[in-house]
């Protein structure tokens, strides 16, 4: 898809496949619109007068042929009631993901929207608009190559979509970089977003820890940047006990992905005033590390998972490719910070040699584990990870992961769990979250919750009881984590949907890129 930049002075006259307008259904127009109405005598103004377009945000309908307008089609998006001044940040986006979808069916091969300043949400910027408006339009054309058989009958579908789209800026907008930098990042975004779509569809006989560890080290590749595949030998030798105990029962072999990103520290370069960021000795600021799970097949192991929608299972590496689809993001931009990733990657599977309920295993950070429950897996490979990380000396670690069905019946499927050890840090990240339109919720983790991982026979349980399971995981997590500020995103519940649509929604990258971004602005947070 290739987006442009246009600053015009009469909607009316943009010959175009597709022009998309939005418009307050109390029947206040913002200038764009009001053009285009004037245009085809008042057609808009009695459309909606007479009850055509719903009133909810993002209620759609497509005019075809409009008198006086040059464009093909005209597309209505609505931004609910204006008496609010302006729509919210969720109006706002709603009106987009139609646009979006409208955008990804078409037969025009081009189009364009028009965005007026009038309709920005309070306290949010043209540059915030651009970025969120074209992650939203490119996400919205992601389909899955499913591999399925092809039909070569005349009268297939053909290809549907307009690939050529054009922001429609007022004249009076400032010339300025920065929008233009916008655009490409929300593309930048929907092409890691892309790309972690594709690692959780894919089915686990394909997406193995060896697809994982490959699409990372393409991706080093491609960009340049370094990657690390550590083999099962590697992690004897580090001590990877927790980790190795979730691999023993898979005849696949489990891999520790570790990708290095350097984003250019330049002269003037904002990233050195980062506050947030402390230097190490070098001079250099400290990276952030983004730890993944990425369990490629989740059974439960010897605690075998129920038959029904296990094969929902195989998105328990979501994590791990948010955060492989991060790389691709900051990468593609250019972010100047510098950026650790690390995944460790493995099936959970019941083979002859794996882990009993009852077997105690020694962690990396010299912990022991008493593992009553081999389907609370996701904490086990974590914690050898955030061990692993404290090598970096990470500025702060965000860990993602598919942790917890407990976290689903806490918060539902809208928001992420988030829990930290850092109240600024969980401040920034739920900041950045609602940015992009990929919130996430924060829950307690009091010294009191861990009483629950108590053993007989080793330093802790895996398991906590059967309240608060999300809290009591990241609490497990939390004593891995102690030598830097961290936080735990549980995405059990978002990064992918079930049913009819059942597919990856790639979360929480939006949040993950929205809140490099601020960092490489210099601790800014978005507007
Ligand atoms: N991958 C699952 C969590 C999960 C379940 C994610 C359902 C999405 C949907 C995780 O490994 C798991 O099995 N967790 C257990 C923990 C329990 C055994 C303490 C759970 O949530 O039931
Ligand atoms: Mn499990
Ligand atoms: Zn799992």
Same mark, same amino acid.
């Given at each position: 898809?290739?987006?442009?930049?246009?600053?015009?002075?009469?909607?009316?006259?943009?010959?175009?496949?597709?022009?998309?307008?939005?418009?307050?259904?109390?029947?206040?127009?913002?200038?764009?619109?009001?053009?285009?109405? @004037?245009?085809?005598?008042?057609?808009?103004?009695?459309?909606?007068?007479?009850?055509?377009?719903?009133?909810?945000?993002?209620?759609?309908?497509?005019?075809?042929?409009?008198?006086?307008?040059?464009?093909? $089609?005209?597309?209505?998006?609505?931004?609910?009631?204006?008496?609010?001044?302006?729509?919210?940040?969720?109006?706002? $986006?709603?009106?987009?993901?139609?646009?979006?979808?409208?955008?990804?069916?078409?037969?025009? #091969?081009?189009? =364009?929207?028009?965005?007026?300043?009038?309709?920005?949400?309070?306290?949010?910027?043209?540059?915030?608009?651009?970025?969120?408006?074209?992650?939203?339009?490119?996400?919205?054309?992601?389909?899955?190559?499913?591999?399925?058989?092809?039909?070569? +009958? #005349?009268?297939?579908?053909?290809?549907?979509?307009?690939?050529?789209?054009?922001?429609?800026?007022?004249?009076?907008?400032?010339?300025?970089?920065?929008? +233009?930098?916008?655009?490409?990042?929300?593309?930048?975004?929907?092409?890691?977003?892309?790309?972690?779509?594709?690692?959780?569809? /894919?089915?686990?006989?394909?997406?193995?820890?060896?697809?994982?560890?490959?699409?990372?080290?393409?991706?080093?590749?491609?960009?340049?940047?370094?990657?690390?595949?550590?083999? $099962?030998?590697?992690?004897?030798? /580090?001590?990877?006990?927790?980790?190795?105990?979730?691999?023993?029962?898979?005849?696949?072999?489990?891999?520790?992905?570790?990708?290095?990103?350097?984003?250019?520290?330049?002269?003037?370069?904002?990233?050195?005033?980062?506050?947030?960021?402390?230097?190490?000795?070098?001079?250099?600021?400290?990276?952030?590390?983004?730890?993944?799970?990425?369990?490629?097949?989740?059974?439960?192991?010897?605690?075998?998972?129920?038959?029904?929608?296990?094969?929902?299972?195989?998105?328990?590496?979501?994590?791990?490719?948010?955060?492989?689809?991060?790389?691709?993001?900051?990468?593609?931009?250019?972010?100047?910070?510098?950026?650790?990733?690390?995944?460790?990657?493995?099936?959970?599977?019941?083979?002859?040699?794996?882990?009993?309920?009852?077997?105690?295993?020694?962690?990396?950070?010299?912990?022991?584990? +008493?593992?009553?429950?081999?389907?609370?897996?996701?904490? /086990?490979?974590?914690?050898?990870?955030?061990?692993?990380? @404290?090598?970096?000396?990470?500025?702060?670690?965000?860990?993602?992961?598919?942790?917890?069905?407990?976290?689903?019946?806490?918060?539902?499927?809208?928001?992420?769990?988030?829990?930290?050890?850092?109240?600024?840090?969980?401040?920034?990240?739920?900041?950045?979250?609602?940015?992009?339109?990929?919130?996430?919720?924060?829950?307690?983790? &009091?010294?009191?919750?861990?009483?629950?991982?108590?053993?007989?026979?080793?330093?802790?349980?895996?398991?906590?009881? $059967?309240?608060?399971?999300?809290?009591?995981?990241? =609490?497990?997590?939390?004593?891995?984590? #102690?030598?830097?500020? &961290?936080?735990?995103?549980?995405?059990?519940?978002?990064? &992918?949907?079930?049913?009819?649509?059942?597919?990856?929604?790639?979360?929480?990258?939006?949040?993950?890129? +929205?809140?490099?971004?601020?960092?490489?602005?210099?601790?800014?947070?978005?507007?």
């Amino acid at each position: 898809m290739e987006f442009t930049i246009k600053k015009i002075t009469s909607p009316e006259k943009l010959q175009t496949g597709i022009l998309v307008l939005g418009v307050f259904t109390d029947g206040k127009l913002p200038p764009s619109s009001r053009a285009v109405d @004037e245009a085809s005598q008042g057609r808009l103004a009695r459309l909606i007068a007479h009850g055509e377009l719903d009133a909810k945000p993002g209620a759609a309908l497509l005019l075809h042929g409009l008198a006086g307008v040059a464009a093909e $089609r005209v597309l209505l998006v609505s931004l609910g009631q204006s008496d609010s001044g302006a729509p919210g940040d969720k109006a706002w $986006r709603d009106a987009f993901a139609a646009a979006g979808k409208a955008l990804a069916a078409t037969p025009a #091969k081009d189009g =364009a929207i028009a965005l007026d300043g009038e309709t920005l949400p309070p306290g949010r910027g043209l540059d915030w608009a651009l970025r969120q408006a074209s992650r939203i339009i490119a996400d919205s054309a992601y389909r899955f190559d499913a591999p399925r058989t092809e039909k070569k +009958e #005349k009268g297939a579908k053909k290809e549907r979509g307009a690939r050529k789209i054009a922001f429609a800026l007022s004249a009076a907008t400032v010339a300025d970089r920065a929008l +233009e930098d916008a655009v490409r990042q929300g593309q930048a975004i929907a092409e890691g977003m892309a790309l972690a779509k594709d690692l959780g569809n /894919l089915g686990a006989n394909i997406c193995t820890p060896a697809h994982l560890a490959d699409a990372a080290g393409a991706l080093g590749k491609q960009f340049k940047f370094k990657v690390d595949i550590l083999e $099962r030998e590697d992690m004897e030798k /580090l001590g990877m006990g927790a980790f190795l105990a979730v691999a023993r029962g898979a005849r696949r072999s489990p891999k520790f992905i570790v990708m290095q990103y350097h984003g250019r520290h330049g002269r003037g370069d904002k990233a050195h005033k980062d506050k947030n960021a402390d230097k190490d000795k070098n001079g250099r600021p400290r990276p952030v590390a983004l730890v993944g799970k990425g369990i490629t097949f989740d059974s439960g192991g010897i605690s075998l998972k129920p038959g029904a929608e296990m094969d929902e299972m195989k998105y328990d590496m979501c994590g791990a490719a948010s955060v492989i689809g991060a790389f691709k993001a900051i990468a593609r931009m250019e972010l100047p910070i510098d950026v650790v990733g690390i995944v460790p990657a493995t099936e959970n599977m019941p083979g002859s040699d794996a882990t009993r309920p009852g077997d105690v295993v020694r962690s990396m950070s010299g912990q022991t584990i +008493e593992i009553l429950n081999t389907d609370a897996e996701g904490r /086990l490979i974590l914690c050898d990870a955030l061990t692993y990380a @404290e090598r970096f000396k990470p500025d702060c670690v965000i860990d993602i992961a598919t942790l917890t069905g407990a976290c689903i019946v806490a918060l539902g499927k809208i928001p992420s769990g988030l829990l930290a050890n850092d109240d600024a840090l969980a401040e920034e990240l739920a900041q950045c979250g609602a940015a992009a339109g990929d919130p996430v919720w924060r829950l307690p983790l &009091w010294e009191e919750y861990q009483d629950l991982l108590k053993s007989n026979f080793a330093d802790m349980a895996n398991i906590g009881g $059967r309240f608060g399971g999300a809290i009591t995981a990241a =609490a497990f997590l939390s004593r891995f984590a #102690k030598a830097y500020k &961290w936080a735990h995103l549980d995405i059990a519940g978002t990064a &992918w949907v079930s049913g009819e649509a059942k597919g990856s929604t790639a979360r929480p990258l939006p949040l993950l890129a +929205e809140f490099l971004l601020a960092r490489a602005a210099g601790g800014e947070q978005p507007h």
